[in-house]
C-alpha cells in the first residue's frame, strides 16, 4: 500500500469517527433537551376554581420533574382567540395542553396543522384523534353527591346550582346535582341556572339571590371568578355554599359546608406525566370517582353528622358499581 492511499484510508477512517461521534454527542445532546410543554389556561390562575386547580397542577407537575420539562402557559384567553393562542403554543412545544372543555373546538383544528405535536384536553367528552387525548371530568358524578349533600344539610329543602356556559358537562353537572337531591330528600325544592359566562359575578350574583328568594339555602357552582358573586349573595342573606374545586375547609372560610374535587389540576398532571414517561397516546381517557380522591371526592367541613358520612360513601360505592347512573359528557 503506497503512502498515499494510506493517507487516505487513515484520513477517512478518523473522519467516520468523527461523524459517528457528532452524531453520538448529537443524540445524547437532543436526548438531554426538556420536553417543551405548552398549556393553554383559558380563565384567571387565580380563580379559587377550575382555571387555578389546573394552574397548580401544571406548577406540581413542573417541580416534580424539575430540568426534564420546560412549561409555558397562556392564561386568560377569550374563545375567539384561543385557536391562535394553540397556534403559539404548538409552534414552540411538543406537547399542548388545553385545560378547559372550551378549548377543545380549537384544540381539535390546529392540532391537524400540526401532526406531530402531542395535544390534550382537559374537560370534554370525545374520541380520541391522531395526536389528541381527551380527558373526561365526569364531573356529574361528584355532582350527584354535592346535590345530595346540599340536600342533607339543608334547613329549608331548598338548594341551588349556578352553571357557567351551557355546554354539556355543565349542563350535566347541573342536572346530577339535582338529581342527587331528590335521590336522598325527593321533596327538594331544586333550582338550576346557569349565567352564559363562568366569569361574570354580577349574574352569579344575582342567579343566587333569585334562588334565595324561593328558599334556596345550599349552593353549588360550576364557575370560575363568577363564585364571588354566588359568595356576595351568600354572605348578604346568611345561606352556605359547596366550593368546587379548591379546599374551601383549609380556608376556613364560614360560607362553605364542603368543597368538592374534581381533579383539573389531576389531569393536568397526567397529562405531563405521561408525555415525560413516553407513555402518551391518543385516547378518551375517563377520570371520575374510579381515579381515586385526587380525581373526584367530597370533604365536608363542618357539620358532617354519622349518617351524612355513611351515606356520602354509599353514594359512592353505587356510582362506582352503577347501580346509580349519571350522565357522561
Given at each position: 500500500?503506497?503512502?498515499?492511499?494510506?493517507?487516505?484510508?487513515?484520513?477517512?477512517?478518523?473522519?467516520?469517527?468523527?461523524?459517528?461521534?457528532?452524531?453520538?454527542?448529537?443524540?445524547?445532546?437532543?436526548?438531554?433537551?426538556?420536553?417543551?410543554?405548552?398549556?393553554?389556561?383559558?380563565g384567571s390562575r387565580a380563580d379559587h376554581g377550575w382555571m387555578e386547580s389546573a394552574y397548580n397542577g401544571m406548577k406540581a407537575a413542573e417541580q416534580r420533574h424539575g430540568d426534564r420539562v420546560a412549561i409555558t402557559s397562556i392564561e386568560n384567553v377569550k374563545f375567539a382567540d384561543m385557536e391562535q393562542a394553540l397556534v403559539t403554543l404548538a409552534s414552540k412545544n411538543d406537547v399542548v395542553i388545553g385545560a378547559a372543555g372550551q378549548t377543545q373546538?380549537?384544540?381539535?383544528?390546529?392540532?391537524?396543522?400540526?401532526?406531530?405535536?402531542?395535544?390534550?384536553?382537559?374537560?370534554?367528552?370525545?374520541?380520541?384523534?391522531?395526536?389528541?387525548?381527551?380527558?373526561?371530568?365526569?364531573?356529574?358524578?361528584?355532582?350527584?353527591?354535592?346535590?345530595?349533600?346540599?340536600?342533607?344539610?339543608?334547613?329549608?329543602?331548598?338548594?341551588?346550582?349556578?352553571?357557567?356556559?351551557?355546554?354539556?358537562?355543565?349542563?350535566?353537572?347541573?342536572?346530577?346535582?339535582?338529581?342527587?337531591?331528590?335521590?336522598?330528600?325527593?321533596?327538594?325544592?331544586?333550582?338550576?341556572?346557569?349565567?352564559?359566562?363562568?366569569?361574570?359575578?354580577?349574574?352569579?350574583?344575582?342567579?343566587?339571590?333569585?334562588?334565595?328568594?324561593?328558599?334556596?339555602?345550599?349552593?353549588?357552582?360550576?364557575?370560575?371568578?363568577?363564585?364571588?358573586?354566588?359568595?356576595?349573595?351568600?354572605?348578604?342573606?346568611?345561606?352556605?355554599?359547596?366550593?368546587?374545586?379548591?379546599?374551601?375547609?383549609?380556608?376556613?372560610?364560614?360560607?362553605?359546608?364542603?368543597?368538592?374535587?374534581?381533579?383539573?389540576?389531576?389531569?393536568?398532571?397526567?397529562?405531563?406525566?405521561?408525555?415525560?414517561?413516553?407513555?402518551?397516546?391518543?385516547?378518551?381517557?375517563?377520570?371520575?370517582?374510579?381515579?381515586?380522591?385526587?380525581?373526584?371526592?367530597?370533604?365536608?367541613?363542618?357539620?358532617?353528622?354519622?349518617?351524612?358520612?355513611?351515606?356520602?360513601?354509599?353514594?359512592?360505592?353505587?356510582?362506582?358499581?352503577?347501580?346509580?347512573?349519571?350522565?357522561?359528557?
Amino acid at each position: 500500500m503506497n503512502g498515499t492511499r494510506r493517507t487516505f484510508l487513515q484520513a477517512g477512517l478518523l473522519s467516520m469517527a468523527w461523524i459517528g461521534s457528532s452524531v453520538r454527542f448529537a443524540l445524547a445532546e437532543e436526548a438531554q433537551k426538556p420536553l417543551r410543554i405548552g398549556i393553554l389556561i383559558p380563565g384567571s390562575r387565580a380563580d379559587h376554581g377550575w382555571m387555578e386547580s389546573a394552574y397548580n397542577g401544571m406548577k406540581a407537575a413542573e417541580q416534580r420533574h424539575g430540568d426534564r420539562v420546560a412549561i409555558t402557559s397562556i392564561e386568560n384567553v377569550k374563545f375567539a382567540d384561543m385557536e391562535q393562542a394553540l397556534v403559539t403554543l404548538a409552534s414552540k412545544n411538543d406537547v399542548v395542553i388545553g385545560a378547559a372543555g372550551q378549548t377543545q373546538a380549537s384544540v381539535l383544528k390546529v392540532a391537524k396543522r400540526f401532526p406531530k405535536v402531542k395535544f390534550a384536553i382537559v374537560g370534554p367528552t370525545g374520541q380520541p384523534t391522531n395526536n389528541v387525548a381527551q380527558y373526561d371530568v365526569l364531573q356529574a358524578q361528584i355532582g350527584f353527591i354535592a346535590g345530595a349533600v346540599a340536600a342533607m344539610m339543608s334547613k329549608n329543602g331548598a338548594v341551588s346550582y349556578v352553571g357557567g356556559l351551557e355546554i354539556p358537562a355543565i349542563v350535566n353537572t347541573g342536572t346530577e346535582f339535582a338529581n342527587g337531591a331528590k335521590y336522598v330528600k325527593p321533596d327538594t325544592k331544586c333550582f338550576v341556572t346557569y349565567t352564559g359566562d363562568f366569569d361574570d359575578v354580577a349574574k352569579a350574583k344575582e342567579a343566587t339571590l333569585a334562588a334565595i328568594a324561593q328558599g334556596a339555602d345550599i349552593h353549588y357552582n360550576i364557575l370560575n371568578l363568577g363564585v364571588r358573586g354566588m359568595e356576595q349573595a351568600a354572605r348578604e342573606k346568611g345561606t352556605r355554599m359547596i366550593g368546587s374545586y379548591s379546599n374551601y375547609c383549609s380556608d376556613n372560610n364560614p360560607l362553605y359546608i364542603a368543597y368538592t374535587v374534581s381533579g383539573i389540576g389531576f389531569m393536568v398532571e397526567y397529562a405531563i406525566d405521561q408525555a415525560v414517561a413516553g407513555t402518551w397516546h391518543p385516547e378518551y381517557k375517563q377520570f371520575g370517582l374510579a381515579m381515586g380522591p385526587r380525581s373526584a371526592d367530597i370533604e365536608i367541613c363542618t357539620g358532617a353528622t354519622p349518617e351524612v358520612l355513611a351515606k356520602i360513601k354509599e353514594l359512592k360505592d353505587d356510582l362506582l358499581s352503577n347501580k346509580i347512573k349519571v350522565k357522561v359528557g
